[in-house]
C-alpha cells in the first residue's frame, strides 16, 4: 500500500508555543490530506480536510486560527498548533487519498504525539 | 450528524476463537464502509465495502456489507495473540470523502 509519513513523531513543549506538524506521501501525490485528533480511547475525529493549493475545510468546532493547515504540494501538508495549551495535548494523525471517488482509500500516518507541559 | 457505533466496545477472548465485530451506522450521502486495525500507532487499512451481500476476505479476516439494514460485520477466525488491537470501523460520506469513525471495538486476545 501507499506509504504516509509525520514529523515528529512526538513532541513536548512548553504552553504557549508553537508545533508545526508534517505529513507527507511518499510515494504517490495525494490530491486530499485530512488531520485527525485522537484522544486516549478515543476514536479518531476528524479535524479538517485539505486539498492541495486551496485552503482547508474544518469541522465544527475546531477553531481554524488555532490549528492552521497548509498543502503546499500534492505531497506535504502541515499542522501548525498555535499557542498550544495542555488541553491540545493528544495524538494528531493525517491521512492522504490518491483521488476522489466511492474507491479511494486513505492511508494514514504513523501520528504525532503531543505534549503540551 | 453522521453517527457509527460499533460493538462491543471490548472483548477478550482466546486464541483459536472466532470473534464477530460489529458496526452500525446513519449517515447522510454513503459511500462506502473501511475497517482498520489500530495497535500502537496510526490504523492500518483493512477493508473498503461498497456493495451490500459481497464478502471481503484477507486470511483468516473477512468482512460484509448490509446497505439496507445499515451495518457491516467484521469476523476473524483462529484468533491469534498478534490480533490484539482496536478494529475502528469508517463511513465514507459526499464528495469531500469524509471519514467518520466508529468508537472501535478494543480486541485482546490471551493464551
Known amino acids: 500500500g501507499a506509504v504516509v509519513s509525520q514529523h515528529p513523531s512526538w513532541v513536548i513543549c512548553k504552553s504557549g508555543t508553537s508545533v508545526k506538524i508534517e505529513c507527507r506521501s511518499l510515494?504517490?501525490?495525494?490530491?486530499?490530506m485530512f488531520w485527525y485528533r485522537q484522544f486516549p480511547k478515543q476514536s479518531l475525529m476528524l479535524m479538517a480536510t485539505?486539498?492541495?493549493?486551496?485552503?482547508?475545510?474544518?469541522e465544527q468546532g475546531v477553531e481554524k486560527d488555532k490549528f492552521l493547515i497548509n498543502h503546499a504540494s500534492l505531497t506535504l501538508s502541515t499542522l501548525t498548533v498555535t499557542s498550544a495549551h495542555p488541553e491540545d495535548s493528544s495524538f494528531y494523525i493525517c491521512?492522504?487519498?490518491?483521488?476522489?471517488?466511492?474507491?479511494?482509500?486513505?492511508?494514514f500516518g504513523p501520528g504525532t504525539r503531543l505534549l503540551v507541559l | 450528524e453522521d453517527k457509527v457505533v460499533q460493538s462491543p466496545l471490548s472483548l477478550v477472548v482466546h486464541e483459536g476463537d472466532t470473534v464477530t465485530l460489529n458496526c452500525s451506522y446513519e449517515?447522510?450521502?454513503?459511500?462506502?464502509l473501511l475497517w482498520y486495525k489500530q495497535e500502537k500507532k496510526a490504523p492500518t487499512f483493512l477493508f473498503m465495502l461498497t456493495s451490500s451481500g459481497i464478502e471481503k476476505k484477507s486470511g483468516r479476516l473477512s468482512s460484509i456489507l448490509d446497505k439496507k439494514e445499515l451495518f457491516s460485520i467484521l469476523n476473524i477466525t483462529a484468533t491469534q495473540t498478534g490480533d490484539s488491537a482496536i478494529y475502528l470501523c469508517?463511513?465514507?460520506?459526499?464528495?469531500?470523502?469524509?471519514?467518520?469513525f466508529g468508537t472501535g471495538t478494543r480486541l485482546q486476545v490471551t493464551l
Open positions: 485539505s486539498n492541495e493549493g486551496s485552503k482547508a475545510t474544518y
Open positions: 469508517a463511513v465514507k460520506t459526499g464528495t469531500a470523502s469524509k471519514l467518520t
Open positions: 449517515v447522510t450521502n454513503f459511500r462506502s
Open positions: 491521512s492522504a487519498a490518491h483521488s476522489g471517488g466511492a474507491r479511494e482509500t486513505q492511508y
Open positions: 510515494d504517490f501525490q495525494a490530491t486530499t
